[in-house]
């Protein structure tokens, strides 16, 4: 029997003062699913700028994935976050979960400054939007491991594995995770997972870039 296409979807454990990742939730909820013919295979990352690249790199090499959904959670956004833009930078603001806090370092030397997600990000937008999640595009993913991963995400395909598309995307916090945050934005695990399913779903399919603004002013 043919094995079914692989979707490599990872989250990331909790960090900071949460006990809980939505990213990594989505990851474990989704494994083992069947999507568009592709078996999802979840797993979590670890918030550490020393491990979470070589993680994620053996999952890529043991699984030779058709697409990679990188997963981090962005506090205080109020939309699924379709990440465009992956810079060569780590600068992090706080420590991460070894207790690690580089500054002004290159995520890979001698790398690209940047990168953009090889995901169709307008028609997914396009597609999330008619199922009613809120979602954006954004320009930004940070400086901390989130970033850290994307990057690492990118120059692989780009390198070692240009068959396979991926990219990142940020959820929000959990309304439980919202209270302990002054009432921060937040979205239903529920519906954070069907945009996930939703993406994975549809990401390879899509072959025309609609023409529509995705851009920002600020």
Do not use: W
């Not at 029997?1 to 006990?19: H, S, Y």
């Not at 699924?80 to 806090?101: P, Y």
Request: charged share 15%.
């Amino acid at each position: 029997m043919k094995k079914p296409r692989i979707a490599l979807v990872t989250g990331f454990a909790p960090f900071a003062d949460d006990t809980i990742n939505p990213s990594a939730e989505i990851a474990r909820k989704l494994h083992g699913e069947i999507l568009d013919g592709m078996l999802v295979i979840g797993a979590v990352l670890p918030t550490e700028f020393a491990r979470s690249l070589s993680t994620l790199e053996a999952l890529i090499e043991q699984h030779r994935p058709a697409l990679v959904l990188a997963l981090g959670l962005a506090g205080g956004r109020n939309e699924i976050s379709l990440e465009r833009v992956a810079i060569n930078l780590i600068d992090a603001r706080i420590a991460d979960n070894a207790g690690a806090q580089p500054m002004d370092e290159a995520v890979i030397a001698d790398a690209p400054t940047a990168y953009f997600s090889s995901l169709p990000l307008k028609g997914l937008l396009l597609h999330l939007r008619a199922l009613g999640i809120p979602v954006t595009i954004s320009h930004s993913a940070g400086t901390f491991v989130c970033n850290q991963v994307f990057f690492g995400l990118a120059h692989l395909l780009a390198t070692r594995y240009p068959k396979t598309i991926g990219g990142f995307v940020h959820v929000p916090y959990l309304p439980e995770q919202a209270l302990l945050h002054n009432d921060a934005a937040s979205m239903p695990l529920d519906m954070q997972i069907a945009a996930i399913r939703a993406i994975v779903e549809t990401a390879l399919k899509q072959h025309a870039t609609p023409v529509i603004s995705g851009g920002t002013t600020h």
